[in-house]
């Protein structure tokens, strides 16, 4: 069955970094694009950034754009959220999802990430 997991949350200062991994299982990770989203409490799933299936085709909502950096390593099932110059409205559950882009499911259970001083 598929399985992705994600992890790398945490509590960061303004300004500060933090880089999300998303181990996945049960399909061909190679084969499919993969997307980060985020949801705060309350509101509904925000697309965030989503990368194709080779890697080389990276894509970024404009709130993130130039801060944050999406890759995957192909021979270890694992896509990457680099996110630099955190903000306080980069508060949210992180979650990984199977492509293509934009989807939202299957995801994994996610990953906190708080910014705040």
């Known amino acids: 069955d598929v399985q992705l997991v994600e992890s790398g949350g945490g509590s960061v200062q303004p300004g500060g970094s933090l880089r999300l991994s998303c181990a996945t299982s049960?399909?061909?990770?190679?084969?499919?694009?993969m997307n980060w989203v985020r949801q705060v409490p309350g509101k509904g799933l925000e697309w965030v950034s989503s990368?194709?299936?080779?890697?080389?085709?990276?894509h970024y909502a404009q709130s993130v754009k130039g801060r944050f950096t999406i890759s995957r390593d192909n021979g270890k099932n694992t896509l990457y959220l680099q996110m630099n110059s955190l903000k306080t409205e980069d508060t949210a559950v992180y979650y990984c999802?199977?492509?293509?882009?934009?989807?939202?499911?299957?995801r994994g259970q996610g990953t906190q990430v708080t910014v705040s001083s």
């Open positions: 999802a199977r492509g293509p882009t934009g989807a939202t499911t299957p």
């Open positions: 049960g399909f061909l990770f190679d084969a499919y694009t």
């Open positions: 990368i194709n299936s080779g890697g080389t085709m990276p």
